[in-house]
């Protein structure tokens, strides 16, 4: 079993930064591949990162390329952190935010578990 809970959302101001923390725990996570989607009102969930294993190399949605960093930290055998932080935010990353975890190498829109979102808003 894997439990996933984000933190780190809020109110930020275009052209600003925001991080985002997926604290993960369980057993099994070395085999899993963590990342984050999002979803905008009235816009389906869509992929914005992920990394598979420590170590490994993340990857990004385009709209994310340049702007976003992705870090997977193994604190303890049955702790992990993925954190996101994202520069130059726009308007249109508005949307809740969520982090999850698939078996294997990919971040499925599937996925096998899943955070409660976070939401993020940017405004000014």
């Known amino acids: 079993q894997v439990q996933l809970v984000e933190s780190g959302g809020g109110l930020v101001q275009p052209g600003g930064s925001l991080t985002l923390t997926c604290a993960a725990s369980?057993?099994?996570?070395?085999?899993?591949?963590i990342g984050w989607f999002r979803q905008a009102p009235g816009k389906e969930r869509e992929a914005v990162s992920c990394v598979d294993s420590v170590g490994g190399q993340p990857r990004y949605a385009d709209s994310m390329k340049g702007r976003a960093t992705l870090s997977r930290v193994k604190t303890t055998p049955t702790l992990t952190q993925v954190t996101l932080t994202m520069n130059n935010v726009r308007p249109d990353d508005t949307a809740i935010y969520y982090c999850?975890?698939?078996?294997?190498?990919?971040?499925?829109?599937?996925?096998?578990?899943w955070g409660q979102g976070t939401q993020v808003t940017v405004s000014s």
């Open positions: 369980g057993w099994s996570l070395d085999y899993h591949a």
């Open positions: 999850s975890a698939s078996y294997g190498s990919n971040c499925l829109p599937e996925g096998d578990y």
